[in-house]
């Protein structure tokens, strides 16, 4: 059973799917969402954008990713690669509140990568087998048994990390260096007014350098980086305060609330008045 997008706060959400790609590929639709997912890669080599970092994977690989925490996959050495993907909402779990803890308790609100051995490999792809072919079939009782198959999976998660598996480590060549010196430049920054030369200025490269190594190392251009940085201030704010949107846009800096307001619906599908209302029934 597939729980649409579209409907999620109304009822649980929960999907899972199995995709193969061949040749070069640079993922380019939403970088954060308000579910919580994870990644895991079946075959071929893929970088992975997070915490700030990028990280290289390799076959077996798996990241959870926090809701709203900025993320993006992007080709490594052009080579194929075949991936599962599960995204699902707390209240898809809401029924399991009893026998675990949250997933901020559970997981300390932190995104994470893991490398599992070979028997573990086997353990979480049959979860993922068994979730696959239940969405599929869509048998009754079907929402509750993939509630226990993903509860199983995180539980298994939870053990492997707490297990203190393999540590993947971040690349590290100086451009990388530069850009995530830039990266914690803009999260530190973002409420002020800033500007391509200005930013350049104070790195002390040419602009053209700048937009060239950024993009080249996280797969965003600096201006959409920002932008998503900025939505993820916004939506944290629109969902805790009753600041008046004008005053959100100003904080969070945006020049115009014009301007905030169209990047908002690109980036989140929906009005900042939209988003507040719908994220506090």
Same mark, same amino acid.
């Given at each position: 059973?597939?729980?649409?997008?579209?409907? /999620?706060?109304?009822?649980?959400?929960?999907?899972?799917?199995?995709?193969?790609?061949? +040749? &070069?590929?640079?993922?380019?639709?939403?970088?954060?969402?308000?579910?919580? #997912?994870?990644?895991?890669?079946?075959?071929?080599? /893929?970088?992975?954008?997070?915490?700030?970092?990028?990280?290289?994977? =390799?076959?077996?690989?798996?990241?959870?990713? &926090? *809701?709203?925490?900025?993320? /993006? %996959?992007?080709?490594? &050495?052009?080579?194929?690669?075949? /991936?599962?993907?599960?995204?699902?909402?707390?209240?898809?779990?809401?029924?399991?509140?009893?026998?675990?803890?949250?997933?901020?308790?559970?997981?300390?609100?932190?995104?994470?990568?893991?490398?599992?051995?070979?028997? #573990?490999?086997? #353990?979480?792809?049959?979860?993922?087998?068994?979730?696959?072919?239940?969405? @599929?079939?869509?048998?009754?009782?079907?929402?509750?048994?993939?509630?226990?198959?993903?509860?199983?999976?995180?539980?298994?998660?939870?053990? !492997?990390?707490?297990?203190?598996?393999?540590?993947?480590?971040?690349?590290?060549?100086?451009?990388?260096?530069?850009? $995530? +010196? !830039?990266?914690? $430049?803009?999260?530190?920054?973002?409420?002020?007014?800033?500007?391509?030369?200005?930013?350049?200025?104070?790195?002390?490269?040419?602009? %053209?350098?700048?937009?060239?190594?950024? *993009? =080249?190392?996280?797969?965003?251009?600096?201006?959409?980086?920002?932008?998503?940085?900025?939505?993820?201030?916004? *939506?944290?704010?629109?969902?805790?305060?009753?600041? @008046?949107?004008?005053?959100?846009?100003?904080?969070?800096?945006?020049?115009?609330?014009?301007?905030?307001?169209?990047?908002?619906?690109?980036?989140?599908?929906?009005?900042?008045?939209?988003?507040?209302?719908? &994220?506090?029934?």
């Amino acid at each position: 059973m597939f729980y649409p997008r579209g409907r /999620r706060g109304v009822e649980p959400f929960f999907q899972v799917e199995q995709l193969r790609r061949s +040749g &070069n590929f640079n993922m380019d639709t939403d970088h954060f969402h308000d579910s919580y #997912e994870i990644y895991y890669l079946l075959s071929g080599e /893929r970088h992975y954008y997070i915490h700030n970092r990028i990280y290289a994977l =390799q076959a077996g690989d798996l990241v959870f990713i &926090n *809701k709203n925490q900025l993320h /993006r %996959t992007t080709s490594r &050495n052009r080579s194929r690669h075949e /991936r599962i993907l599960v995204n699902f909402d707390d209240l898809f779990l809401e029924p399991a509140a009893g026998l675990v803890p949250d997933l901020a308790e559970m997981f300390q609100g932190e995104s994470f990568l893991l490398r599992p051995n070979a028997h #573990e490999q086997g #353990e979480i792809a049959d979860l993922f087998q068994a979730m696959l072919q239940e969405q @599929r079939e869509g048998a009754p009782w079907s929402r509750p048994y993939l509630q226990t198959l993903l509860l199983q999976l995180l539980i298994r998660l939870d053990r !492997i990390r707490n297990a203190k598996p393999a540590v993947v480590i971040p690349e590290q060549s100086e451009a990388q260096h530069r850009v $995530y +010196g !830039i990266i914690e $430049y803009l999260d530190a920054h973002y409420g002020e007014k800033l500007t391509l030369g200005g930013i350049a200025e104070h790195f002390f490269i040419s602009s %053209t350098y700048l937009c060239r190594t950024f *993009k =080249q190392t996280t797969g965003f251009t600096m201006i959409e980086y920002l932008n998503y940085v900025r939505i993820r201030e916004t *939506k944290a704010l629109l969902r805790t305060t009753d600041w @008046r949107v004008t005053r959100i846009a100003r904080e969070t800096g945006f020049e115009s609330i014009a301007h905030f307001g169209r990047v908002f619906k690109e980036i989140t599908g929906r009005s900042p008045l939209q988003y507040r209302k719908q &994220n506090r029934e």
